[in-house]
């Protein structure tokens, strides 16, 4: 199955800007299930942004205008361009791609995702 490695996490004062990346170890972009998810201690796992099945880009209402999602298959990686962080981003972020993974099960812009990366920590202080 395919494997997928965040990077570019970090501890951040708000306003400040980040830039994730999500390796594949294998073309897990040839489709347009593909996306960003971020999760809190206590709290359900939530979408941030992904592509739907048109490949138009969705993104979750706290963070439209302030984080862009993109990708470059011909390097098999995902990006989340974060600006104008707030606290209340404060999360571990996943990439995810709805390929053939044995991973929670979630649905979102039209797709169900099962493949996970091990997520990076993100820390926005006030």
């Known amino acids: 199955q395919v494997q997928l490695v965040e990077s570019g996490g970090g501890s951040v004062q708000a306003g400040g800007s980040l830039r994730l990346s999500c390796a594949a170890s294998?073309?897990?972009?040839?489709?347009?299930?593909t996306g960003w998810f971020r999760q809190v201690p206590g709290k359900e796992r939530e979408g941030v942004a992904g592509?739907?099945?048109?490949?138009?880009?969705r993104y979750a209402d706290s963070v439209k205008g302030r984080f862009t999602i993109s990708r470059d298959r011909t390097k098999n990686t995902l990006y989340l361009e974060m600006n104008s962080l707030k606290p209340e981003d404060t999360a571990m972020y996943y990439c995810?791609?709805?390929?053939?993974?044995?991973?929670?099960?979630?649905?979102?812009?039209?797709?169900?995702?099962?493949?996970w990366g091990q997520g990076t920590q993100v820390t926005v202080s006030a």
């Open positions: 995810a791609a709805a390929e053939r993974c044995t991973g929670e099960s979630l649905i979102m812009w039209g797709f169900r995702f099962r493949c």
């Open positions: 592509f739907d099945s048109s490949g138009s880009t």
């Open positions: 294998k073309s897990a972009y040839s489709n347009y299930g």
